[in-house]
T-cell receptor, first 110, second 111 residues
Framework: NAGVTQTPKFRILKIGQSMTLQCTQD?????MYWYRQDPGMGLKLIYY???????DKGEVPNGYNVSRSTTEDFPLRLELAAPSQTSVYFC?????????FGQGTRLTVV | SQKIEQNSEALNIQEGKTATLTCNYT??????LQWYRQDPGRGPVFLLL?????KEKRKERLKVTFDTTLKQSLFHITASQPADSATYLC??????????FGTGTRLKVLA
């Protein structure tokens, strides 16, 4: 019973590099989310999706891209990484109300 | 724009007392409001959900109230224990399923 799985758990990127954070859920949830959480701060919504093929911007979408080709997967793409993108990234999914979160990806951009 | 406010200062209480955390929101009318617990280095975990037509919800030592007139929810932990120490996040949610969270309140229960 995996729930929401994020990979990798940790990553160090150099400025200008790109990468994809992976998120997959096995609960057949329609709704999926990406958040970032800076140290001592709350969760900020980056992008969300209400179903396969449908995505929308959250509070802080700049510098990120997403796609949702299947119900299970919701990858987050960082293009041209910047130090300001150093953060912990959480993926979440929900069917109706209660959201389930992954364990997070700690990203450092140097 | 939508705004959610939680007390950003940490709340320290003595073991056995009741902890009360506040969540205020402005510029939208949520259909329901959720509370989550987050431990350091981990993702948030769902605790309780209360709908707009409910005044109060209970689960074991937890109690949530929802006042749509005041645009406020209160989250209570009775008979608090050191294991309750964590950050608690609220998420007032409208029907669009765009989940926005408050900044959270850090609770520390002193033994």
């Amino acid at each position: 019973n995996a729930g929401v799985t994020q990979t990798p758990k940790f990553r160090i990127l150099k400025i200008g590099q790109s990468m994809t954070l992976q998120c997959t859920q096995d609960m057949n949830h329609n709704y999926m989310y990406w958040y970032r959480q800076d140290p001592g701060m709350g969760l900020k919504l980056i992008y969300y999706s209400v179903g396969a093929g449908i995505t929308d911007k959250g509070e802080v979408p700049n510098g990120y891209n997403v796609s949702r080709s299947t119900t299970e997967d919701f990858p987050l793409r960082l293009e041209l990484a910047a130090p300001s993108q150093t953060s912990v990234y959480f993926c979440a999914s929900t069917a109706l109300a209660e959201a389930f979160f992954g364990q997070g990806t700690r990203l450092t951009v140097v | 724009s939508q705004k959610i406010e939680q007390n950003s200062e940490a709340l320290n209480i003595q073991e056995g007392k009741t902890a009360t955390l506040t969540c205020n929101y402005t510029n939208y009318s949520p259909a329901y409001l959720q509370w989550y617990r987050q431990d350091p280095g981990r993702g948030p975990v769902f605790l309780l959900l209360i709908r707009e037509n409910e005044k109060e919800k209970r689960k074991e030592r937890l109690k949530v109230t929802f006042d749509t007139t005041l645009k406020q929810s209160l989250f209570h932990i009775t008979a608090s224990q050191p294991a309750d120490s964590a950050t608690y996040l609220c998420a007032p949610t409208s029907g669009t399923y765009k989940y926005i969270f408050g900044t959270g309140t850090r609770l520390k229960v002193l033994a």
